[in-house]
């Protein structure tokens, strides 16, 4: 221990790097059992003369090394104070780390693209809700109690009698409630089915309702528009295909599909939805609401069409999907893929 003091203690104290290298040396010079202290202590047992002097000189020397020690002591406690404050310090002039970029969601993207296909031919977008009362999502629309799209398999149905809307025509109803031909919409929207789930079929899936109502309308202004439709979805080439179907609410009624022509393989006809001339019933109905809320009847004697589609599957095709469901998985993986597309 006495070497520590041999060997000028105040150029150790001042060689210490860390305040715990400090606290080391102080210890080990000053402490109980520092090389100091114990020097001090052995004072007791020199003659007089020796212990004067030698006395004097170790208080000296503790004094020396005290200062030294609280002057490093400062000087180390402001370095590593600049050195957390430098390690901490935010350069503001460094670029952002990029956000996480979202893209829109395929059926957005399908919903977008016919939303413009319309709104190019002269169409109005209209939406209603997705909480409707019977009367909308069925007997205005010519669907009778019996009717089995209202079994309670196919229909969510609210304790108060209201349903989630099973299609998006009931907005057909609602629109010409509440405004006077000619006029054409489409309503693009979420609608809900009570069924078991797989590959092709989902409780809750998208439509695009389109109703057009004037003087004069024929079947064949239906077929031009939904040709129109298939054009603008799939290039210039395409062509639409009426079979007959049936429908409450049009009448004729038609299923109507669209030639897809597939530039890595055989083209096929892709159904779309279904379509018709609106049925008299629906227009009677609308103008006997229209009445009842004080609006002059003016539905009887016109004519118009309506269609509906399903945007899921033009998505399922456009983009590969194989399985409805991915759509509403919320899975970023399938989403992912989706960055940076749409209009
Ligand atoms: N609402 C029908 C459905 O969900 C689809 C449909 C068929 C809509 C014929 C129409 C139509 O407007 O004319 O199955």
Redesign the pocket.
């Known amino acids: 221990m006495d070497d520590l003091l041999q060997d000028d203690p105040l150029e150790r104290v001042q060689a210490c790097a860390s305040r715990a290298a400090l606290a080391e040396l102080r210890s080990a010079l000053l402490g109980r059992s520092g090389s100091l202290t114990s020097q001090l202590r052995s004072l007791g047992s020199l003659p007089t003369e020796l212990r004067r002097s030698q006395g004097a000189r170790l208080n000296a020397l503790r004094s020396q090394i005290e200062a030294a020690l609280d002057a490093r002591e400062a000087e180390l406690q402001v370095a590593e104070q600049e050195q957390r404050l430098s390690a901490e310090a935010l350069d503001l002039t460094l670029p952002a780390p990029p956000l996480p970029r979202g893209g829109p969601h395929p059926i957005s993207c399908v919903l977008d693209e016919l939303r413009d296909i319309f709104q190019a031919m002269g169409y109005r977008i209209a939406e209603g809700p997705e909480v409707e009362d019977e009367l909308h999502n069925f007997d205005a629309?010519n669907i009778p109690a019996h009717h089995p799209a209202r079994d309670l398999q196919d229909t969510f149905w609210l304790k108060d009698g209201r349903v989630l809307r099973?299609?998006?025509?009931p907005v057909?109803v609602r629109y010409m409630v509440a405004h006077e031909p000619p006029f054409k919409i489409v309503v693009p929207g979420k609608?809900y089915r009570y069924e078991a789930t797989d590959a092709t079929h989902e409780a809750m899936f998208h439509?695009l309702?389109?109703?057009l109502v004037a003087d004069q309308v024929s079947m064949a202004d239906l077929k031009g528009t939904l040709r129109e439709l298939a054009r603008g979805l799939f290039g210039p080439a395409a062509e639409v295909r009426f079979q007959p179907?049936y429908?409450p609410?049009?009448e004729p009624?038609?299923?109507f599909a669209a030639w897809w022509e597939n530039p890595k393989g055989p083209g096929k006809w892709l159904e779309l939805?279904?379509?018709?001339m609106?049925h008299p019933q629906v227009f009677a109905a609308v103008d006997q609401l229209r009445v009842a809320q004080g609006k002059a009847p003016c539905y009887q004697g016109k004519m118009g069409?309506?269609?509906?589609?399903g945007p899921n599957r033009i998505a399922m095709l456009r983009y590969a999907i194989p399985d409805i469901r991915h759509f509403y998985a919320n899975d970023p993986r399938v989403l992912a893929q989706f960055r940076g597309m749409g209009s």
């Open positions: 629309l099973t299609h998006t025509s057909q609608v439509q309702e389109g109703l179907s429908y609410f049009v009624g038609a299923d939805g279904g379509a018709g609106v069409f309506a269609f509906g589609l």
